[in-house]
């Protein structure tokens, strides 16, 4: 069945003007105007973020939705997709953002604006492990952009952690996927939007 929902997670410190956000907000506008687009801004606690997700979600029907998230992002795109059996593209997806955030708590800056400040609470580690959940149920739902030249995630962990699903290892590149033009093709070609 074709996806006529799609929701874009952005990563930590992020947000929906990120450039992967907006390549692929515009090609829904452009290509599949019909499908029911939300790319919202996170919320910095984890467990604002999943309630906020799954009542967004909530009505939409799931043999017909998609997730897509970036690093962060990616890793809640993995509970979204596990919690409504939907598909869902990761680019360098965060595999084990509890111990890495872990350096990160306190006041953080928004990468896209820098006067907008945020404070990530030690408490949203905790958070984190407990939205992690175990091996993913249906591997086929998968498709993960994985760069080796990812400067802050080790790709061997990102492909370990979706076996059985379809990857795309990149030899270069980084954790931006500056080179995201590239790939978007076989993203929509698996997202299979209406």
């Given amino acids: 069945m074709a996806v006529t929902h799609l929701l874009y997670l952005h990563g930590f410190r992020s947000s929906p003007r990120s450039t992967k956000a907006q ?10 105007p019909a499908v029911r687009w939300w790319c919202p801004q996170l919320p910095a606690s984890p ?3 999943m309630d906020m997700l799954m009542q967004g979600v909530a009505d939409w029907p799931g043999d ?5 998230g970036s690093s962060l992002g990616g890793f809640y795109a993995t509970c979204v997709a596990e919690a409504t059996g939907c598909r ?43 939205l992690e959940c175990g091996p993913v149920a249906h591997p086929g739902h998968y498709f993960a952009v994985i760069a080796k030249g990812d400067e802050v995630l080790d ?6 952690r979706y076996p059985g699903a379809r990857i795309k290892l990149l030899e270069g590149s980084d954790h931006a996927l500056s080179d995201f033009d590239d790939h978007i093709d076989e993203v929509f070609a698996f997202l299979d939007l209406a």
Avoid: C
């Fill in 23 to 32: 390549k692929v907000a515009a090609r829904v506008r452009q290509r599949h």
């Fill in 47 to 49: 467990r604002a973020t």
């Fill in 64 to 68: 017909a939705m998609a997730v897509a």
């Fill in 88 to 130: 869902a593209v990761l680019l360098n997806p965060a595999i084990d953002p509890a111990r890495d955030l872990a350096a990160h708590t306190g006041e953080q800056t928004a990468w896209h604006d820098p006067s907008q400040h945020f404070v990530f609470e030690p408490r949203y580690i905790d958070e984190l492990r407990a």
């Fill in 155 to 160: 790709w061997r962990e990102m492909t370990g």
